[in-house]
């Protein structure tokens, strides 16, 4: 591209579904360095027809030296597929814990009962942030992801697919889980 920018210029750009700035051409260049954005993270700028990925402009020079991301088909799904059936795992842990506490029907359990919301939060948040830390080691910029990984497991699975350009199957596959699960506790 042959676009001749001053250092003063203000940039915007799209994350989350949201357009943040103005920025200068600096702050874009620390986000870019930070991994906050990439060079597919749609940027505009006064003098621009539309919207483009970052990569594409004269701030893209600095990607030169950045090895791409690995392709999404390569990046290892396990992770996210263990997230995505946990809820049926939940299911066999709250179980166990009734069966223990049928067991032994005299003692107080105010610790185990705790322990049937605290795993699978423990579990998905840890699940998440893991697979966070692997897409980030591939490439892919994480920053906001961060946020879902400790909070919403099932978000996080769709944001993830989007952001890798994938179909969220496995995020379908964690709401039939999570509704296969409500199911079998009723039973």
Request: hydrophobic share 45%; net charge neutral; with cysteine.
């Amino acid at each position: 591209m042959t676009d001749t920018t001053t250092s003063d210029e203000t940039w915007f750009y799209a994350q989350g579904g949201q357009r943040k700035g103005p920025v200068p051409a600096s702050k874009l260049r620390e986000l870019l360095a930070d991994q906050t954005i990439d060079g597919e993270t749609p940027i505009w700028r006064k003098g621009l027809a539309d919207w483009q990925p970052l990569r594409t402009t004269e701030i893209g020079v600095q990607l030169k030296d950045t090895p791409p991301a690995i392709a999404a088909n390569h990046v290892n799904n396990g992770l996210v597929w263990t997230l995505a059936v946990a809820p049926i795992a939940y299911v066999f842990v709250d179980i166990a814990i009734l069966g223990f506490q049928f067991k032994h029907p005299y003692e107080d359990y105010e610790f185990l009962s705790k322990l049937s919301w605290l795993i699978p939060l423990l579990v998905n948040g840890g699940l998440c942030l893991l697979d966070e830390q692997q897409l980030k080691r591939a490439g892919y910029s994480s920053g906001w992801m961060t946020f879902f990984a400790l909070l919403l497991a099932p978000v996080y699975l769709f944001v993830r697919a989007q952001r890798l350009r994938q179909t969220p199957t496995y995020g379908f596959v964690w709401i039939g889980s999570f509704i296969a699960s409500i199911i079998l506790r009723a039973m």
